[in-house]
């Protein structure tokens, strides 16, 4: 029986993760929140704290839990604290978004749900990091490992900034009222979060991932480790911009500032296009002539981040990025990080669902191939529509048509729904021949839940 | 001209419960070109006939009482084919014998095969095997997932990485 190396909670994880994914694409269709409001309205913070903490960052840590033990070949530590985790991210991310729409003024409570948030959640990823960074800690960390790192502490300063604006917000922390949180903070947040957090740990599993099922050479290369540091200066540089732009104004350099934030920009571009380098690498030289959907599809988040710069790029030249940040964002978070997320699920659910259930019986029996427990002439179509919607989306919001976006939402949402599905039906053995399905002594995993001992 | 023996006694190691392995490995990888091997080991170490037959010396056992035998490896005169060279195993946490394994019947290659392929070939070998008997596999990384499977079906292993990056495991059915 495949125990420890099966992370427990990870299948209970994607699917809170899927579900808010689908919660927040609905509220985005039905017109709720950002294009119909200001991107700072609560109806938008709504939305974008189901995608970054409901969907993306369970996603994340759910995969992470699975994944960082086979990076490192060690055990997971402290695995008794995945669930509280789960726990206290869902209870206040559920106080988090009860807390936007007191604010939104849809309904008056006498608690302070946004505080309740800005102590549940960061509790919730102390948890988190505290087991993977005590799986981490003392292990002689290869480059992906590395990326992995610096993302924990990047979701450590995210969730420290969030709870000190949830507790502003809320009238506490006086002492703190007069510093303007929102220009001073809230880039951070939102660029450490989604560049640190998000994107540099995703980054770092697709090193492993990648090579792993292409069977690409997968030794550290000159680029990842040059794309790894410019990555951290660029994050390092972004997260003190604001402590360095008031130093640097009190010493009279007030037109420095702002040449910091830019060569973050520089750097952290120049991250992705030696991760880019990378990339190409690990496509081309893989032994594996076949590449399956959940590459191919990958491949079209990549494409999806390779845009997100050049729109930065572009958005910059024009001096017309505070206008578009929300298309820009809607890239980010939907072609490049949903994409790359929903492309793995597609090929970590299979897998973990193959060893759970076939696992005990390997080498004794026949068992069915990995790839009988999904349909990918169906699954392509669900994703060729998905980044369709995506680009229509994001072309929409650039030419501010809320009508439009809201069709181009309706079908990321659809293809998300179907491939949902074709997850549901991997997990149940369902494309799997009768025949072959459950050889003695395996036994059928349950949809979401760890199986018991 | 002939070198002197190059001698080996590994009796002390075995009868601490040791594994000799290592030691013998790194005394032969010690050897002068055309030098011969003394090993005093508590039992006729038969495993190692293949092993450093593989690299070229031929055995010439006697027993010297109590149970101890002499073996003198002597280099065959071919070029020793460095594909077949024996690594120095690390021993696996879990193995606590000394004991020196038997030869590996089946040598598997499970480099380029996409994941779980190379641990369902590697299981599906070993539960061929008869028990004692050893395989030896080439697998693409560190195969954890393996290990709780092996160790769940109650085999044993020992595992290294090889020099290009592969992990290379030998794993003794129980």
Excluded at chain 1, 79 to 108: K, S, W, Y
Excluded at chain 1, 141 to 169: H, K, N
Excluded at chain 1, 252 to 259: H, K, S
Excluded at chain 2, 7 to 28: W, Y
Aim: glycine share 8%.
């Amino acid at each position: 029986m495949i125990g420890t190396a099966l992370s427990r909670w990870t299948m209970s994880y994607f699917t809170a993760a899927l579900i808010f994914l689908v919660g927040a694409q609905m509220v985005m269709v039905a017109g709720y929140g950002f294009p119909a409001v200001a991107a700072e309205a609560p109806e938008t913070l709504i939305l974008v704290h189901m995608m970054t903490i409901g969907w993306l960052s369970l996603l994340m840590c759910g995969a992470l839990f699975q994944f960082v033990p086979v990076l490192i070949a060690q055990p997971l530590r402290g695995e008794r604290l995945v669930l509280p985790a789960l726990i206290c991210l869902l209870t206040g991310l559920a106080a988090l978004l009860a807390g936007f729409l007191q604010l939104a003024g849809v309904f008056d409570a006498a608690i302070p749900l946004l505080a309740v948030a800005g102590t549940l959640l960061p509790a919730g990823f102390v948890l988190i990091c505290g087991v993977l960074g005590g799986t981490l800690w003392r292990v002689k960390l290869q480059r992906p490992a590395r990326f992995v790192a610096v993302g924990l502490a990047c979701v450590l300063v995210t969730a420290t900034l969030g709870a000190l604006l949830a507790l502003l917000i809320s009238g506490f922390l006086p002492a703190l009222a007069e510093i303007d949180f929102r220009m001073q903070a809230l880039p951070v947040h939102i660029a450490v979060g989604l560049g640190g957090w998000l994107s540099f740990t995703a980054i770092g599993v697709s090193y492993r991932l990648l090579p792993m099922f292409m069977l690409s050479p997968d030794r550290e290369r000159a680029t990842s480790r040059l794309s790894w540091w410019s990555g951290v200066a660029a994050l390092v540089l972004m997260a003190l911009a604001s402590p360095i732009a008031a130093l640097l104004e009190t010493v009279g350099l007030a037109g420095a500032a702002t040449a910091a934030t830019g060569l973050a920009v520089v750097l952290a571009l120049a991250a992705l296009v030696l991760y880019g380098f990378d990339l190409a690498f690990f496509y081309r030289h893989r032994k594996r002539r076949i590449i399956e959907l959940n590459s191919r599809a990958a491949q079209a988040a990549f494409l999806a981040l390779a845009l997100s710069g050049i729109l930065l790029l572009a958005l910059l030249a024009t001096g017309t990025l505070e206008r578009h940040v929300g298309a820009l964002l809607y890239l980010v978070a939907f072609g490049w990080l949903t994409g790359l997320g929903l492309s793995q699920l597609y090929k970590i659910v299979p897998f973990l669902t193959w060893l759970e259930c076939y696992g005990p019986v390997m080498g004794r029996q026949p068992t069915p191939r990995v790839q009988d427990l999904v349909m990918e002439r169906r699954g392509w179509i669900w994703f060729a529509v998905y980044f369709l919607g995506v680009l229509a989306g994001t072309a929409t919001l650039l030419v501010d048509q809320p009508g439009l976006f809201r069709a181009a939402a309706a079908a990321t949402l659809l293809a998300t729904l179907a491939i949902v599905v074709e997850l549901v039906l991997a997990r149940r053995l369902a494309n799997v021949p009768d025949d072959k399905r459950l050889p003695e002594g395996a036994s059928r995993p349950r949809l979401f839940l760890p199986t018991p001992h | 001209m002939t070198l002197p023996y190059y001698e080996v006694d590994v009796r002390p190691i075995l009868r601490e419960g040791g594994e000799p392995f290592s030691a013998i490995m790194e005394a032969v990888d010690a050897l002068a070109p055309g030098q011969s091997l003394r090993l005093l080991a508590t039992f006729k170490p038969i495993p190692l006939f293949q092993v450093l037959g593989n690299r070229g010396f031929e055995p010439a056992a006697r027993e010297i009482g109590n149970g101890d035998w002499e073996v003198i490896f002597t280099p065959a005169g071919q070029q020793p084919d460095p594909g077949a060279a024996e690594p120095a195993p690390a021993v696996d946490g879990a193995i606590t014998t000394g004991e020196i394994w038997p030869a590996p019947v089946v040598e598997l290659d499970n480099r380029d095969l996409e994941p779980p392929e190379p641990m369902v070939r590697t299981l599906q070998a070993v539960e061929a095997l008869s028990p004692g008997q050893t395989l030896a596999a080439l697998l693409p990384r560190e195969p954890i997932f393996l290990f709780e499977e092996l160790q769940a079906r109650g085999h044993l292993w020992r595992g290294a990485f090889e020099p290009d990056g592969h992990y290379r495991v030998v794993i003794r059915r129980g």
